[in-house]
């Protein structure tokens, strides 16, 4: 069955500008959540999402925010894109939200803000 | 403070050697998983425990849920396996999927 799908996989913006980075979980499961990783801060939590609703928030500004379609395909979006944006985007699918289930990544969107 | 701990940062060892990275947490889990990642490349889950242990091929992992201690083995390492393991603890409880990283161990393997 097909992974994870990120696109775009690489992405380039000039400060300022807004960008939307999308998400396909596997078949069947409902929960996304969203991961920054950064060489400076390695990878931290963004956001989560279960049935098209934000369970969980990372500690990250306003500028970055999320949704969750229907199909659980979710998008994330950044405004208002600053030199520190810059970061691999990783997004991982489970079937189920809490317990010990298994969490399935994406390749992750490489963002470049110039 | 971080909630994952992993040790070392970096490791470089031989062809054929037996390698051992460690991960120790803080907060409660509901599994504890340990990731590759290539140089460039996206992420991929080698093993998801939430006790005892596991085995697939040349890779071990362990966890202890009462020392909140895993750790992952290679034996007979290659250079294939040479990238970067990482850590990750989903949070029990209602906080439902969230994972907290480890910073990651860098291993080269040498032929």
């Known amino acids: 069955k097909a992974g994870v799908t990120q696109t775009p996989r690489y992405l380039i913006k000039t400060r300022g500008q807004q960008v939307t980075l999308s998400c396909s979980p596997i078949s069947g499961h409902r929960s996304v959540s969203w991961y920054q990783q950064t060489p400076g801060q390695g990878l931290q939590f963004l956001f989560e999402y279960f049935s098209e609703t934000q369970r969980n928030k990372g500690n990250f500004p306003g500028r970055f925010s999320g949704r969750q379609f229907s199909n659980s395909r979710s998008e994330m979006n950044v405004s208002t894109l600053e030199l520190g944006d810059s970061a691999l985007y990783l997004c991982?699918?489970?079937?189920?939200?809490?317990?010990?289930?298994?969490?399935?990544f994406g390749q992750g969107t490489r963002l470049t803000v110039v | 403070k971080n909630e994952v701990e992993q040790s070392p940062q970096n490791l470089t060892a031989q062809e054929g050697e037996f390698i051992t990275i460690n991960c120790s947490y803080s907060v409660g889990i509901s599994a504890l998983h340990w990731l590759q990642q290539h140089p460039g490349g996206g992420i991929v889950s080698l093993f998801m425990?939430?006790?005892g242990k596991k085995k697939h091929g040349r890779l071990i992992a362990t966890i202890n849920i009462q020392e909140k201690h895993s750790s992952l083995h290679i034996t007979a390492s290659h250079p294939r396996d040479s990238a970067v393991y990482i850590c990750a603890v989903r949070s029990g409880g209602g906080t439902g999927n969230q994972f907290y990283f480890g910073t990651g161990t860098s291993l080269t393997v040498i032929p």
């Open positions: 425990l939430s006790s």
């Open positions: 991982a699918s489970s079937l189920v939200r809490t317990g010990p289930t298994e969490a399935f």
